[in-house]
């Protein structure tokens, strides 16, 4: 993680004493920024600086990567953030598969919360098995999915998170988060005096229009079946309906790893756009 003002001297200082730290451990590369591991937030801002940062996502100076690329820093990998218009349905192609019907033995169904604690272990299950084969993988662990949940509640609505079933078994996932960071922008960190009144007003009267996912997944057992092609489209349909139909208007789908090819298929056929590019940076330690 890296936050500092534009002052070579101050970066190169920084990093000096974070790569001492690390030799000492015997480690002989370093890699980031995550916060607190590739399983939060990960990446730095390089491109998509004039757009607002959507909930949990980072908003970094446009100087950083130049001052870290200074200190002989590479990019190990790119990762992509997607802005979708939820105002329009899929693309022709795309809803002529979706609105055939579900095959037999699929279902969609939202979020349970009677059952939420479960259904959140259910879907970090999916998680670990839907990006086993991605770069720099760590399965998330069970105190990791403790967090999530507790972190998770207070933004989730269920009828913005849905779940596929294939022949009961649960198949996959897709969570819209209502972009927090809409209400909040301007209120410059302070809910008083009359903060508290505008951050209510906006999120239980005007509403919000923006929203983000930052989860999503198929077993990979089902993803390449006949059936099991269709639940991200099946998934994110129903959960586009849902955000429209509650006034939300645009939607960003992040972090895709830019050689995660089907993901980036999918939501390239879905009409998503890139918009922002975080990047992930490495060095070798002498």
């Known amino acids: 993680m890296i936050a500092a003002e534009d002052d070579p001297e101050v970066f190169a200082a920084l990093f000096a004493a974070a790569e001492a730290w690390l030799r000492e451990r015997g480690r002989d590369r370093a890699l980031g920024p995550f916060n607190l591991s590739i399983n939060e937030e ?24 130049r001052r870290i690329e200074d200190l002989g820093y590479a990019k190990a ?29 699929v279902a969609v169904r939202e979020l349970d919360m009677a059952r939420y604690d479960q259904e959140v272990r259910e879907l970090t299950t999916i998680l670990n098995d839907a990006w086993a084969d991605n770069w720099g993988f760590t399965p ?32 996959g996932f897709i969570v819209f988060l209502p972009n927090l960071n809409e209400a909040i922008r301007d209120l410059k960190g302070r809910l008083l005096p009359f903060g508290w ?5 906006r999120l239980k009267v005007k509403g919000l229009k923006t929203a983000r996912v930052p989860l999503m997944g198929v077993r990979r057992k089902f993803a390449r079946t006949p059936r099991g092609v269709l639940l991200p489209f099946l998934l994110m349909d129903a959960g586009a309906s849902a955000a429209r139909k509650l006034g939300y208007q645009r939607a960003e789908l992040s972090w895709i790893l830019e050689d ?22 490495e060095k070798a330690l002498a």
């Not at 009144?197 to 007003?201: D, E, F, G, N, V």
């Not at 089907?262 to 009409?271: E, R, V």
């Open 42 to 65: 990960v990446g730095l801002l390089v491109e998509g600086h004039e757009t607002p940062p959507m909930v949990l996502m980072g908003h970094d100076p446009a100087f950083t990567g």
């Open 77 to 105: 990998k790119d990762i992509f953030a997607y802005l979708a218009d939820t105002t329009h349905d899929l693309p022709d192609r795309v809803l002529e598969r979706v609105r055939r019907g579900l095959p037999e033995g």
């Open 140 to 171: 998330t662990t069970e105190a990791e999915t403790a967090q999530l949940a507790k972190a998770l509640k207070p933004l989730i609505d269920k009828r913005l998170t849905w779940f596929a079933e294939i022949d009961g078994e649960t198949a």
């Open 197 to 201: 009144a505008k951050l209510l007003w």
């Open 260 to 281: 995660n090819r089907p993901m980036n298929h999918i939501l390239q056929a879905a009409g998503a756009q890139v918009y922002k590019t975080y990047r992930i940076y």
